[in-house]
Antibody, heavy 120, light 112 residues
């Protein structure tokens, strides 16, 4: 059974750096066919894909946020960590991590999400 | 990379069929058979309903079907039920130089 859970701060000040951790179970992030992604959703707005890391350590980023994002993995801890720098109130959102694999090619398992508010 | 374009809202009566469109470009929807659709109820995480344009995950009702023509993908819900009222998002792989993903703007489905 695949599960994922996001953790991190609920309140961050503008200009600070956000670090979110996705702790997962039920799969191994050790092959190129499997990846974990981050997706966010501002209140009342649409989903936005942010980043993805494959089991072979290939990283992919949203072009509009690439300069602010870093995604890493710790295979031994079954964790994926995403950092976002220079936070702004517009980054207020629920942040989800999700499992993706080549077959089926979809974000097929999602965490419950964690709400992050950026405010002074 | 712009979000895929979806109608803001679609409605239908119980038992009817509705179709949600997802308009992209030749760089995403038009180039890959890697479009997926997600259902999201209020306060919940998204759930995949269709993947690779037409395929249904195990456990998803066969009332949900997907298709694609050119740069536009579509999700059809037949035999609309009250439980189908939710937000729906399409998502496409967008290769090229960035090799990323792009979601749609979302559609609110209302069962009248």
């Amino acid at each position: 059974q695949i599960t994922l859970k996001e953790s991190g701060p609920t309140l961050v000040k503008p200009t600070q750096t956000l670090t979110l951790t996705c702790t997962f179970s039920g799969f191994s992030l050790s092959t190129s066919a499997v990846s974990v992604g981050w997706i966010r959703q501002p209140p009342g707005k649409a989903l936005e894909w942010l980043a993805l890391i494959y089991g072979d350590n290939i990283e992919r980023y949203s072009p509009s946020l690439k300069t602010r994002l870093t995604i890493t993995k710790d295979t031994s801890k079954n964790q994926v960590v995403m950092t976002m720098t220079n936070l702004d109130p517009v980054d207020t959102a629920t942040y989800y991590c999700a499992h993706r694999q080549d077959l089926p090619h979809a974000f097929d398992f999602w965490g419950q999400g964690t709400m992050v508010t950026v405010s002074s | 990379q712009s979000a895929l374009s979806q109608p803001a809202s679609v409605s239908g009566s119980p038992g009817q069929s509705i179709t949600i469109s997802c308009s992209g470009t030749s760089s995403d929807v038009g180039s890959y058979t890697l479009v997926s659709w997600y259902q999201q109820h209020p306060g919940k995480a998204p759930k995949v309903m269709i993947y690779e344009v037409t395929k249904r995950p195990s456990g998803v009702s066969n009332r949900f079907s997907g298709s694609k023509s050119g740069n536009t993908a579509s999700l059809t819900i037949s035999g609309l039920q009250a439980e189908d009222e939710a937000d729906y998002y399409c998502c496409s792989y967008a290769g090229g130089s960035t090799l990323n993903y792009v979601f749609g703007t979302g559609t609110k489905v209302t069962v009248l």
